[in-house]
């Protein structure tokens, strides 16, 4: 701790990091505080900077793709996914049936796992040290058992491909993802009995952290903190990519723009997530996986410029590419999510406690490799 | 050179053991007691630190093996375990949490990127492991490793704790007198870190012709 204007011993500033257990990675706030409300706030960003665009664009198209594995490192196929729709943009490949439907079913299932973690974490900092954490990985882990049945890694699945997926479905795989999809509800359920109405929680999130909509949208948050703040815009149903105008689904929107309304998009995410792959899991047809037309040596699309986005867990993931008709790529850019949605941490902050900052950015959902990349 | 130790009967140890009565070397108690409650620090650097908590969580439970107190605090913690890539800007943070952390203590490297920069070592902010600035007890290879891989690494420590002579020339640094505990932390020079590495605890190896 470092007093500012030592003497009068009115304001403090804190820097909280990078190694703090609440920061959800190596990420620093240099807090002002007047008692314990906070007057100041800067985020301080690039401990886990790793020269992802840099190393993308002195490498092919496709080596790229396990970098963006380790962007936002919890939902690694939905990186997959958006790196994939920009190239395939680039390119102009089409995507066969049977890959999209893959796609949406990953896609949904790391929605899932994300969200379930993240409600673990926040419950976490708000002091249940452990047990809700607990029950969020017992359901990762179903989920991440089917990434390693399908991609062969728990986390980097490293699974799609320019024009499709990199392998087809193994032999039992839908049946498993369907189990694990009609228990999912209860899991849900549960936590929700257990988190929802819970006092504490309530006390701590309700009223705190409110951003209003005119200030979501002038600063570009995207995802669930958009949708909590109340305005309507998720990509599944804006862009309609791949194949999310077949699915019957609703978004959920907030009220209040407060931590509450951020919790408690994430679970009707999630019960809207498991209708999605209620009515994908039975449909997927058999067909090829992978455009015909693509090639996975001497891959140079010609030149020009694509910008691919999807609905990632944490927002509007990104990619923006140009080419100049070289294998690799001549610029590399990546719109994260994560790092924008922090763009907004002070403004939210201000004039709360400080233990209200920490519950704050665990609702925000950082992930620091994207943040940083 | 090794000191021959002074052995017990095993005929005589069992013979007591019969009657109720444990026989054990001052050495193998203290190291017991210290191999069965290693507390690690919580500190994750990136994606590495998933799996790190994913193995504490029930699934693969490092409670097994007396570690699943995660200590906020370096102050307060026996291992250190770096998981996840060190970037140039974290390097002195790591090696500063390192020094505050007291003796006896132990570091796991968790991952490509922790013990020799992994897929990013080309990438102009990346520390080319953190073995250059501080030793490294255990080293585990894996993008991230899966959680059985910490806790292998885990049960390679304990057994390192365990067959630490408390006394003689190969007793642990933490029983030498002369020997650092902290070292130095690097600082951010013009074009690089100052210095590049720690020269005590990390050599460039030698390329040896066949």
Same mark, same amino acid.
Request: aromatic share 8%.
């Given at each position: ?86 190239? +395939? ?221 999807? +609905? ?62 | 050179?090794?000191?021959?130790? @002074? ?17 054990? /070397? ?11 409650? $290693? ?14 908590? &994913?193995?504490?969580? &029930? ?25 996840? /890539? ?8 790591? $090696? ?7 003796? @006896? ?13 992994? @897929? ?15 030793? $490294? ?31 003689? &020339? ?28 720690? @020269? ?11």
């Amino acid at each position: 701790m470092l007093p500012k204007d030592a003497g009068d011993g009115e304001s403090l500033e804190v820097a909280m990091g990078p190694h703090h257990p609440s920061t959800h990675g190596v990420f620093r706030m240099d807090v002002v505080l007047d008692g314990e409300r906070v007057v100041k706030l800067k985020p301080v960003f690039g401990y886990l900077h790793r020269n992802h665009e840099k190393i993308a664009e002195g490498t092919t198209y496709l080596a790229a793709m396990p970098y963006t594995d380790r962007l936002d490192y919890f939902c690694s196929l939905t990186n997959n996914w958006a790196y994939a729709l920009a190239v +395939e943009k680039l390119a102009g490949l089409q995507v066969p049936e049977r890959a999209e439907y893959i796609r949406v079913i990953t896609a949904e299932l790391t929605r899932l796992q994300n969200h379930a973690c993240l409600i673990g974490f926040l419950a976490q900092d708000m002091g249940a040290s452990g047990t809700p954490l607990m029950y969020a990985f017992r359901e990762r882990e179903k989920i991440l058992d089917l990434f390693e049945a399908l991609s062969g890694a728990r986390m980097m699945c490293n699974y799609m491909r320019f024009g499709g997926c990199r392998c087809d479905l193994p032999d039992g795989w839908l049946t498993q993802a369907q189990t694990v999809v009609a228990e999912f509800p209860r899991f849900i359920d549960e936590f929700e009995n257990f988190l929802t109405g819970n006092e504490i929680l309530m006390s701590r999130t309700q009223g705190i952290g409110r951003m209003s909509r005119e200030l979501a949208i002038n600063a570009g948050i995207t995802g669930p903190l958009l949708r909590a703040a109340g305005v309507d815009y998720d990509l599944r149903k804006v862009d309609k990519y791949g194949i999310y105008d077949r699915f019957q689904f609703r978004v959920p929107l907030g009220d209040h723009g407060d931590t509450f309304d951020r919790y408690m998009i994430r679970i009707l995410e999630m019960r809207e997530s498991v209708k999605i792959l209620e009515q994908a899991l039975p449909k997927i047809p058999a067909g090829p996986i992978v455009d015909p037309k693509t090639k996975l040596r001497g891959f140079r699309p010609k030149a020009g410029e694509a910008y691919g986005r999807i +609905e990632a867990p944490k927002g509007e993931l990104g990619f923006y590419l140009i080419s100049d008709g070289g294998p690799n790529p001549y610029r590399y850019r990546v719109r994260p999510p994560s790092l924008i949605n922090l763009t907004v941490l002070e403004d939210i902050c201000l004039g709360q406690m400080i233990a209200d900052v920490v519950v704050i950015l665990g609702s925000v959902d950082i992930v620091l490799g994207e943040v940083d990349r | 050179m090794t000191i021959e130790k @002074p052995k017990m009967d095993e005929g005589l140890r069992n013979e007591l053991q019969k009657q109720g009565v444990f026989t054990t /070397t001052l050495e193998g108690i203290y190291n017991w007691g210290r191999q069965n409650s $290693v507390w690690p620090l919580q500190f994750g650097l990136a994606c590495c630190a998933i799996e790190m908590i &994913a193995a504490s969580m &029930a699934r693969y439970d490092l409670a097994r093996f007396g570690a699943e107190v995660f200590r906020p605090s370096p102050r307060q913690a026996d291992l250190m375990i770096v998981a996840g /890539t060190v970037t140039k800007k974290m390097a002195p943070q790591v $090696v500063r949490l390192y020094n505050q952390m007291p003796e @006896p203590k132990y570091v796991i490297a968790m991952g490509a990127c922790a013990i020799s920069g992994g @897929p990013f070592k080309q990438g102009y902010n990346v520390l080319k492991g953190i073995d250059r600035y501080i030793p $490294v007890d255990v080293h585990i290879p894996g993008c991230p490793p899966r959680p059985e891989a910490l806790l292998h690494a885990f049960m390679t420590l304990q057994k390192k704790i365990e067959n630490q002579p408390l006394t003689g &020339a190969n007793r642990p640094r933490h029983l030498q007198a002369d020997a650092p505990s902290e070292f130095p932390v690097p600082k951010f020079g013009v074009h690089d870190l100052e210095p590049p590495s720690n @020269p005590t605890v990390w050599q460039s190896p030698k390329m040896v012709r066949a």
